[in-house]
Structure formats: C-alpha cells, structure tokens
C-alpha cells in the first residue's frame, strides 16, 4: 500500500510479533541509519513509474494490522567465571649435561602461574646407558614451594668418575605427583648426559733413579699407568749402557710391556745383576721408555739412571753361623747390634700413598741408614708383609684400608717388591746387615687370600711357604741377608684344633681364629699354619745358604721349648729367636708364664728364660734378640740396663723397637725425629750402650 511501509520482522524474534523497523532495528541487530535507507530505497516514490496493479485475485486484499510496537525485556546473563590460571611445574630445560670428573650435576625445576598456593612435585632418577651405582648415584625425593613462592628449585644427582669411560653415557629424571594445586608443565623428563672421562693415561718408570747392589742378582723396574685406563696401551722399554757395561755387569734387555682395557695394574720388567764382576767404584747405565701405543702417553719419568754399588769385604757384606755364634766372611765373631725399621708391615696393604713406599715413618721419606750406623748400629730388621710381596689382592676382613669386606691390592702402587730389594741394597751398601722377617700373614677367606692387617698366631700353609720360596730365590745370593721366619707365633694362647701348640709351632697345624685390624679384632675361621720346618725347608729348597733364625712361643718369648722343638738346618745355618720385653709388673724382669715346660710364673720364670737362653748357647746355636724395648721416659731404660749387660756377656745379638717417629707412644721407641735423636730413657741408654760396645769396650753399663 503507497505510503506504509513494509512489515520487517526481527531475528529471532516469535514470527506473531512485528516491528517498525525504526523503531526496532537496534533489537533486530541492524544500523538504523543504514537500514532506514534501504527501505527508502526499496520504496517507489510518487513521481515515478506508477506502481503496477496487483494482479486480478479471487482473494480479498486484507490490509495488515499494526500491533503495538512491544520493546522485549531482557534479562542479563551474568558471564561464568574463568578458570583460576593453574600452577605447572616443569623442568627447566629438556636436557642436562655434565662431565663425569665432575662431582654432580644440577638440575632445575621452576614454577609458572599464580602463586598463591603451596605446591609440590615428586622426581626421580632412572636408568638409561649410565648405570646407577656405576655412572651416577641414584636420587629420588621432593620439591615444594610455599605459598606466593615462585623460585625455581634445584636437586643434585650425584656423578662418579671411579669407573671412566669413553663417549658419553645417558640416564633421564622425570616429575610424578603433582599436589592439588599443580599441574605438571612441560618439559617433565629430561635427559642428562655424563661425558666420559677415560683416557689412555700416561706410562712412567716409579722412580728417576734406582740403586742396587752388585751381588742383589736382579733389579725389578716397574712402570705404572696412571690418569686413565681407555683402551689397551702398551710402552717400549731398554736399558743402555753408561759407566756400566751390558754382559759384564748387568744383562741387556729391552721389550714391551702391555695393559689391557681398563687394567692400570704396575708392569714390571727384570734386569739381572752380574755378581761375577769385581767393582771398586759404582757404576750406571739407564732404563728408558719409549713407543707408547694405544694413545697412552709417556709420563714424567720415562729414563731412569740405575746405580750398581760395589759390594766390599766390610762389615754387612757376609755372615755366617759359627758354633754359637755369628761370624762374618774373615770368620770375625759379630754381635749383631741394631734397630728395627717398621713400616713395609703395614704402609703398602694398609692404602697409603704409593709413592712413599715407606710412609716416612722414620722421620724421612725412606731410613736414613747412615744415621742408623751412626749409633755404632751394624744391622736392621725389616718386618714384610706376605701378601704385598706376593702382589695378592685380598679381602680386608677389617676395614683397616677403607671398607670391611672389600678387596683390595696389598701392593697398590705394585712396587713392594722394588723396594724392599732397594732398602736392602742400600742398607748393604751403608755397612748394616739385614735381617728380613715375615712379620704379618694370613690364610684364604674362602677362595680369596684375607688382607694381613695385624699379627695373627702362625705362618700359613695357603701363601708363607710360597713367600720364602720367593724372597729366599731373591736374596739368596746376598750372604749379608739373614731370613727370620715368622714373628711372634702365639700358638699357645689361640684356638688350636688338637691343643699341641709346640708341636704345631714345628710342624704345622689347624687353628679357628683369625686376627684382624679393625673392627672386632678377631673372626671365626678354620684355617692350617705352616710349621718352622715346612718354611725352613721352603729356603733351603731354593739353595739359599743364608743364615736362618726360628723362633719360639708366647710372642718369641718363651725360649724354655726352643731346643726341643727347634726345626733341623741341613744347612747347619740356625740361630735361635727371642723378644725379651720387660714384664709390666716387674720393669727388670723378661716377661714370661709358666707353661708345659716351665712350672712356675712371674717372677720366678724370668730368671729361668735367661738360663734357657744360655741353654740354647751351650748347645751351639746363636740366640738373636731380633727385638725388644723399654719404657720412655726418666733418665735411664730398666729392662734394657739389664738386657743388654746380660747379652753382651753371653754372645746374644740384639735389635731394638723400633727406629721410627711414633710421636706419643710410651715405650719401644728409639727417636724423636729423623736426625736420630733418642727417646728420653729408652733410646739414650740404647745409644750409649751401642756406641760403647762399637768402640770396642767388653764391659759397657
């Protein structure tokens, strides 16, 4: 109809309820100015073309009827409310990296969000390529932060370099657990990678110079391997000649040492020394690494001169037994007066650096053996050790070198052996004769040798009989060497199977105890013990000549059984052993008990010790006092004042404990420092009398 405009209806409005659209495009969602136009435009106006007729209908024309124009009612819709944003924990990076020569490595783990609640996370180490317990230390625990916290938090899984390697090896960390009021973020697992610290390590000679006398028979040099063990390496070595000559006084050698992957054990080569040749002054020739292989390198000590000492007809070159006595090569009576020098005991197996083979227990890195002879000395004992001169690797009962249980090197540094032959080529040399005492040994555990830590109460079957075999073939042509073949057996205070402790003491038997340092001291455990003959024989076996002493029962001390159960010599090269240490309850008295031979105790079997001493005498057998002491202190020795007159006059050698630096002990120590200074008492009586008797006096107080 000309002049009405057009019904629009409205979206999503009931079809029933119109609208001007002026009035209702603001509800329909349009632009009232833009629609208002387009109806104009939509509209005819008068002026133009008229409008065409409706076509001819048979239905009425009804003219629409307004409504009333309704404004609907809204009612708001009040919006949710948005989630809190969450707390998420994550670590800080995928991926971590460490060095394995590095101690551990850090991880991060930060927080992101709001913060106003205490949150906490769980993590946990697992294995990849690196193994736990071999690469790293497992670790596994909790984070948390409080409330309105947001710092990143750190844990530290600890690394191990023990075992190197070559590359690197991976192991991942992951976060489990969230609390309530967290999420996990991402990254929640990460890798850390140790790099590997194996190298092929470096090839060194143990020492810059060696020294070794013209009759020892043979130099062993060693070469370690240190600062990695990647791969198998291998080093050239010779010998050449300087004022020594090759086939005149040492065999010319050369050859190659190998090691394996991850074997750092110390390689040794021989050199033999020909005794044939008469020296009048020392002579050198060198020994020099060379060729390293397998990427190994050569260390800092790849030459070393080795010094061939002349061995002269003095005092420390030969003896011998003569009748009841000690006799030297011109057939000279010698009363062996000396000092014992502890420390190859219980240095090597006992995980002490291996570089001071001798723990500077003397006050020096090695015995001054010049300083020694200086109080009138002329002889040494040195107490070894079994098993690090076998080179064994042994179960340490005790837990004296680091862990109980644990197996370890009773020569770490796997130079023992070289040392003891050049503290003896140097005693030799200076003068002093020598006297080598198995001081510390032990049976199997089971399969595996247990670590001689202390004295235990016999030689044993398992490794003794093959140590003398051994150290009497290396110093069996040094016949200034005197073997002593075990320390203070205590057979009689043991648990013996069969209760024949002097009869075991000859020939062997069966105990259930073994003794160890640390812990309780003292374990079950059934094991046989080498008798005086089986060791006796075991040197002369090798056809060593060398003078041998055997001892007795109750720590050496009880010489009353000695005769009857004294090993047989086809040498007829026998002295007997005592330790005649003062009793605690009489200071002038030997200590002593009474036993299966002797009826009675303290006192009176203290004079009765000294008459089997002189007993052992008249049957033609030397008795050698290879140690004993005295209490420190005050301005003279009690025992040692009565000890050694005694000995003086009855032909017994002697040999004082001990000539080391053992600072605070009260008895049994010569000197305070390295210079030789005695001990107040003990040491000054000690050196007097030495110094006395060196310049020749019969009678010295």
Known sequence: MIGMMAPVFCRGLPAVMVCMCALALSAC?????????????????????????????????TTPVTAPVTTPVT?????????????????????FAVAQNASAVTVTVKRSGTASAAVSVQYATSDGSAVAGTVYKAASGMLEWAANDMTAKTFAVPVSNTTPFEGSKSFSVVLSHPSTDAAMGAPNS????????????????????????????????????????????????????????????????HGTLNWAANDATPKTFIVAISPAAAMTSSATFTVTLSAP???????????????????????????????????????????????????????????WDPSNPWGSQTGDPTPNWTTIKSWGANAVRLPLNEASWLGLSCIDIG????????????????????????????????????????????????????????????????????????????????????????????????????????????NGGSVTQFAYSGGAGVTNLTWSTAGMQELLDAVRATGASNVVLSSTLQWSQQMDGWLKYKPTDSAGQLGAVWHPYPSSQYPTQVSCVSDGILSVGLPQCSALEMAAVQAILAAGYPVVATEFGDTIGGSTAPWASVLL???????????????????GDSANVLITDAAGNPTPGYGTYVKQHYLCRAAGTANCP
Not at 44 to 52: D, F, I, L, R, V
Not at 645 to 663: E, K, Q, R
Request: one cysteine or more; hydrophobic letters at 40%.
């Open 75 to 95: 009612t708001p819709v009040t919006p949710p409310t948005p989630p809190a944003t969450s707390n998420t924990l994550a670590f800080s990076a995928a991926s």
């Open 399 to 506: 837990g004296s070198a680091g862990t109980a249980g644990a197996t370890i090197k009773a020569d770490p540094g796997g130079n023992y052996r070289a040392t003891v032959e050049q503290s003896v080529a140097d005693a030799t040399a200076a003068g002093l004769y020598v006297i080598l005492d198995l001081h510390w040994a032990a049976p199997n555990d089971g399969a595996t040798p247990a670590c001689p830590t202390t004295q235990n109460p016999m030689a044993d079957t398992d490794h003794s009989v093959t140590f003398w075999t051994s150290l009497a073939n290396q110093f069996k042509t040094n016949p200034g060497v005197i073997f002593e073949l075990f320390n203070e057996p205590f057979l009689d205070a043991t648990a013996l199977i069969g209760n024949a402790p002097w009869q075991d003491l000859l």
């Open 29 to 61: 969602g349009g632009d009232s100015s833009q629609n208002a136009s387009t109806a104009a435009a939509s509209a005819t106006p008068a002026s133009s073309t008229p409008a065409a007729s409706p076509a001819a209908s048979t239905t009425p024309v």
């Open 190 to 253: 990460a890798t850390i990678t140790v790099a590997g610290d194996a190298t092929a390590g470096s090839l060194q000679l143990s020492a810059a110079n060696y020294s070794v006398a013209a009759n020892a028979g043979s130099l062993n040099v060693t070469v370690s391997r240190s600062g990695g063990s990647a791969g198998a390496v291998s080093v050239a070595y010779a010998t050449a000649n300087r004022t020594a000559q090759a086939g005149t006084n040492y065999t010319g050698t």
């Open 293 to 351: 292989g397998g990427g190994a390198a050569l260390g800092a000590t790849a030459a070393s001169t080795v010094t061939i000492t002349p061995v002269t007809a003095a005092a420390g070159s030969a003896i011998k037994v003569a009748g009841n006595h000690l006799v030297d090569e011109n057939g000279k009576t010698v009363q062996l007066r000396g000092v014992n020098v502890s420390g190859l005991e219980f240095v090597a197996i006992g995980g």
């Open 645 to 663: 007159p005694f000995a003086d006059a009855n032909g017994v050698s002697y040999l004082g404990w001990t000539w080391d630096t053992w600072t």
